[in-house]
T-cell receptor
Framework: GDSVTQMEGPVTLSEEAFLTINCTYTATGYPSLFWYVQYPGEGLQLLLK?????DKGSNKGFEATYRKETTSFHLEKGSVQVSDSAVYFC?????????????FGSGTRLSIRP | DAGVTQSPTHLIKTRGQQVTLRCSPKSGHDTVSWYQQALGQGPQFIFQ???????QRGNFPDRFSGHQFPNYSSELNVNALLLGDSALYLCASSLERTTYEQYFGPGTRLTVT
């Protein structure tokens, strides 16, 4: 079945460092891809999305590009802040349109040092 | 514009008991999905409701059941609770034609002792 694999954490960086969190997926169809963020004690927030190959999703300085040839959707940010400390989930929807469910990776905990 | 709301925020139950969790979808949304997030894990799909019917289901036992009401709100029921049911339960809402884009509520933290 469809699945998502993301790099294991925790990841610890200094403020203003460059961030990459790797994510690869396996899917039989043409999924939409997502990055969700979960701050301590909170639910999931959609960070960015891409619905077709070569699309780039971006939000709050984070970017990810839908790479069909490498089945990847790596999350990047040029300069992280302490407030970016959270758990990040890569995810896909198993089909377009109706009756989709979201399949999540196991999450990557990110900690930013001042 | 109200987002997805869930109640209660936290809940403590004893093994063998039954629990009901509630969810109100984002305004205008007609489809509700439920997910279980164990500690340190990604959310796992439980089931999805549309037009008051369960449309699809993940790999969860029949102890997990749900309901959707005419106003699109939803309940998740878990019978015969096990210690392993302790988790954050997340509700997500969407439009039926675009269920690939789901908006999540803050979750209900269930602890089974």
């Amino acid at each position: 079945g469809d699945s998502v694999t993301q790099m294991e954490g925790p990841v610890t960086l200094s403020e203003e460092a460059f961030l990459t969190i790797n994510c690869t997926y396996t899917a039989t169809g043409y999924p939409s891809l997502f990055w969700y963020v979960q701050y301590p004690g909170e639910g999931l927030q959609l960070l960015l999305k891409a619905t077709k190959a070569d699309d780039k999703g971006s939000n709050k300085g984070f970017e990810a590009t839908y790479r069909k040839e490498t089945t990847s959707f790596h999350l990047e940010k040029g300069s992280v802040q302490v407030s970016d400390s959270a758990v990040y989930f890569c995810a896909l929807s198993d089909q377009g349109g109706s009756a989709s469910k979201i399949i999540f990776g196991s999450g990557t905990r990110l900690s930013i040092r001042p | 514009d109200a987002g997805v709301t869930q109640s209660p925020t936290h809940l403590i139950k004893t093994r063998g008991q039954q629990v009901t969790l509630r969810c109100s979808p984002k305004s205008g949304h007609d489809t509700v999905s439920w997910y279980q997030q164990a500690l340190g894990q990604g959310p796992q799909f439980i089931f999805q409701y549309y037009e008051e019917e369960e449309r699809q289901r993940g790999n969860f036992p029949d102890r997990f059941s749900g309901h959707q009401f005419p106003n699109y709100s939803s309940e998740l029921n878990v019978n015969a609770l096990l210690l392993g049911d302790s988790a954050l339960y997340l509700c997500a809402s969407s439009l039926e034609r675009t269920t690939y884009e789901q908006y999540f509520g803050p979750g209900t933290r269930l602890t089974v002792t």
